[in-house]
């Protein structure tokens, strides 16, 4: 009771809804796509596939795959004048507000299409976002560093011609190494979708207003810019830094966490949900060590974070909290060893989760359930009181 209702927590609306997208089981660790156990996805199929996936549902077939990929790579292009949007920008620019901000400039292209009732606008816009946010991520990269713009190579894969245009100089050939594609893409898959995170309820609950997809996705990416959500991957590279400066002393972080010194958490470790190890976690552990093996051996961070994180699993205080690695512990180092900056690695996330995304706006918007979003609340405000005049105050 507030003291003014009593409410039967029953009732409070607690914003959850139904969904046959992704599957989470946060005791057991378990995590499925459409019923399909993320370790198959990761081990045998592409991101572009599981994008296919959570957006329609089956697995395609060859057929609908090659089709599918063939009407991405034909969107990948941007409008020559949306190119000219970045100049607005300060090249200090964190490139988040950058991608959301375009991805809601995109729509602008596209008035006539932005239906969310119509199929084959929706249709054509899901094909849009996937194709282009990718173009704009490398180009808001190119922007922060000065160089120039590269136009997309539809001879490449979604992966591979993003690798391109983000590391690629007009002024001499990129070879992408086969390796980092397929390490992004394994990342790519990992990221797609996850239940009804933050970032994918906020893209619900923007569509349910009859908002477009491109302005739901826009929402989306900016909930993802949190740091206790996709901003975690940055932050756990800071935090790695940090004791790295402090000569490597993973026991004094470990008891300021502990102490709970104020802004210092173990960043990259616990979960809403999970309440063990995040299946996504152990995959990415597998891949930093082949990765950064080969990319960057005796990787120091890679050496602090795996004691930090022995010293957190066998420690009562993270232990009795539930406290495990999650999917953002080893992400960031992977990506600093594929070559982007600390401050694009929530990009890399959100180009990960847009099929995820996408995924949940159609299900949402087809559903006849659906009503607007209008979450109720428990009133712990003032009793009424009258009005007085300035001067008796
Ligand atoms: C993602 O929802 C999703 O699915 C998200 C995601 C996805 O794929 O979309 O999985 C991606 O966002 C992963 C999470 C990334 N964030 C971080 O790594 C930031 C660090 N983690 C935390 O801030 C925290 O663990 C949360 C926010 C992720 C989850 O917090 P909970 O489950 O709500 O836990 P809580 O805040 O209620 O804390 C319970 C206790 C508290 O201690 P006591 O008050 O009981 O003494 O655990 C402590 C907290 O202080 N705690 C931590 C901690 N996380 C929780 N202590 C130190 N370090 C941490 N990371």
Known sequence: STGYITYDPGFVNTGSCSSAITYIDGDAGILRY????????????????????LIYG?????????DFTQKINRHTLLHEDLKRFFDGFPRDAHPMPVLSSAVSALSTFYQDSLNPFDEPN?????????AKVPTLAAYAYKKSIGQPFLYPDNSLGLVENFLRMTFGLP???????PEVAKALDLLFILHADHEQNCSTSTVRLVGSSEANLFAS??????????????GANSAVL?????????????????????????????MGFGHRVYKNYDPRAKIIKRTADQILGK?????ELLDIAKRLEETALSDDYFIERKLYPNVDFYTGLIYRALGFPTQFFTVLFALGRLP????????????????????????IGEKEREYTAISER
């Open 34 to 53: 459409r019923g399909y156990p993320i370790e198959q996805l990761a081990e045998r199929s592409s991101f572009l596939e599981v994008s296919y996936l």
């Open 58 to 66: 089956n697995l395609p077939t060859q057929a609908q795959l090659d």
């Open 122 to 130: 929706v249709e054509l816009s899901t094909v849009r976002l996937l």
């Open 171 to 177: 002024a001499e050939p990129y070879e992408v190494d």
């Open 217 to 230: 996705i826009s929402a989306g990416i900016m909930a993802l810019f949190g740091p206790l959500h996709g």
């Open 238 to 266: 800071e935090m790695l830094n940090g004791i790295k400066a402090d000569g490597g002393d993973v026991a004094n972080f470990v008891s300021r966490v502990k102490n709970k010194e104020k802004g210092v958490r173990l």
């Open 295 to 299: 990319l960057a051996p005796n990787d």
């Open 356 to 379: 995820g995304w996408i995924a949940h706006w159609r299900e949402m918007i087809n559903d006849p359930q659906t009503k607007i979003g209008r979450p109720r609340q428990i009133y």
